[in-house]
């Protein structure tokens, strides 16, 4: 059974987002199991992330490429790249994303909502438009999206970002209605605090801004987690690697907390 049930070993995955942090941490697990996997970031440190996965799983194939998510044309050469290079795409998880810090709804600018909207939303967008056209072909695939519990529940300045990562939950639930025909699932994995530089940056500004001590916040912050630790690529990795698999397959349309327990919405 573990072999038919449970091995993803030989599938191809799509990472945007997977110059570090959490995409980065999900690839290196996907490449771990056996996983061919391509990274895509608007970051050239993507080509470095792509040449350590493959030092330590030399026998996975991939490659990096410089993608802006928000840009369709991008996404698309993206995909059919991918598609064209192993013949197929297994896993696509849509992970690339921003937050510009927190701001009251009083204070912000459009180009603060364009960012949020563009990258967080539209990305997921083109994401799952290409990756679908050429699931749909396969009538095979399994597509995550990177949600957030802030895209759940609101939180009082940070508008702009929830209401980003509530559009993918939406985005989400419908897309997978639309791809049940062809056999594909669509889901999305809702972490909450992440190890990631992402989240350390937004950490490093508020401690300027404030001037409380940098360990100070980060201690604070592991107070509400009843796991007492912040999540990583690899915590999210399980997740997707289940909803890659047989085990998974019946999964669809669900917004997957992956967050120590630190919310239950």
């Known amino acids: 059974m573990e072999d038919t049930f449970r091995n993803v070993s ?4 799509v990472v945007t987002g997977a110059a ?13 199991q056996g996983v061919h996997v391509v990274l895509a970031d608007r970051s050239p440190e993507v080509r470095e992330a792509w040449e ?39 896993i696509l998880c849509n ?15 459009e180009e603060e909502i364009d960012r949020h909207l563009n990258v967080n939303f539209k990305g ?11 699931m749909m072909k396969q009538h095979s695939g399994t597509i995550v999206n990177t949600g957030s519990w802030y895209g759940k529940v609101g939180h009082a300045n940070s508008a702009l970002y929830g209401a ?33 530089e992402m989240h350390w940056a937004y950490l490093r500004k508020e401690s300027a801004e404030t001037g409380v001590p940098f360990e100070t916040l980060r201690e604070r912050e592991l107070g509400p987690i009843p796991l007492k630790r912040l999540g990583t690529g690899a915590d999210l990795a399980g997740a997707v690697l289940f909803l ?4 998974g397959s019946y999964v669809t349309g669900q917004l997957i907390n992956v967050n120590g327990g630190v919310d239950f919405t």
């Open 52 to 90: 350590r996965i493959h030092r330590q799983s030399p026998g996975v194939r991939g490659y990096a490429r410089i993608v802006d998510v928000s840009r369709e044309e991008e996404v698309r050469g993206l995909i059919e790249e991918a598609a064209e290079q192993f013949g197929q795409i297994d």
């Open 20 to 32: 570090r942090g959490i995409g980065f941490g999900c690839a290196e697990a996907m490449a771990a």
């Open 95 to 109: 992970n690339a994303g921003i937050n510009c810090g927190e701001k009251p709804v009083t204070e912000v600018t």
């Open 244 to 247: 890659a698999t047989r085990a």
């Open 164 to 196: 980003s990562k509530g559009a993918v939950h939406t985005l989400t639930q419908a897309f997978a209605m639309e791809m049940a025909p062809y056999g594909v699932t669509v889901n999305a994995i809702c972490p909450a605090l992440a190890d990631s």
């Open 124 to 134: 997921m967008v083109w994401g799952c438009k290409y990756g679908g056209r050429q």
């Open 10 to 13: 030989g599938k191809v995955a």
